[in-house]
């Protein structure tokens, strides 16, 4: 069964535990296995390091392709409204309301849409307020770190792994 880094950090915690001194040599006993579980250890993590370096790499480079993606979305939905536009138009110029072929059909539909042009001057019973609240993390984190309570929240410190 082939060991995983887990496995290796088990055997190196072991082996470090195993050091012993030799009473009368006062030579560290059992350094050799530290070492040779050390460098299984190096190894293993080295390869699992070039995975999340990887991992992320890919993961800005699908965050770029998906930027291009929308870019072109984008694109292609201001192209499709300037066509439904023109043919509109069009339509409108030759007084044509219904048109129909083995391929299409295309047709008028009425509809009515409020547009709002000043939302400050509308009377009260024509608004609504939206209120949304966010934390100041900066902040709170000030003030944690000052020693002032802070009701809702907590300063939580992390490890975060960096690879290069």
Known sequence: MKKTLYDVSDEYINAYENIT?????GELLGMEALYNIKDEFNKKAEAIA???KSSENFTEDLKVEKKNIDA???QNERKTEWLKSYLTSCMDKVNLSKFETTKCKISFRKSET????DT????????KAKVEYTADKTAIKKAIKAGLPVTG???????NIQIK
Do not use: S
Not at 120 to 127: A, T
Not at 153 to 159: D, F, G, P, W
């Open 21 to 25: 001194i030799d009473e009368e040599t």
């Open 50 to 52: 070039i995975i999340i």
């Open 72 to 74: 072109r979305i984008r």
């Open 114 to 117: 409020v547009e709002v042009y």
């Open 120 to 127: 400050l001057i509308l009377p009260e019973e024509f608004r």
């Open 153 to 159: 929240a907590v300063l939580i410190e992390k490890n």
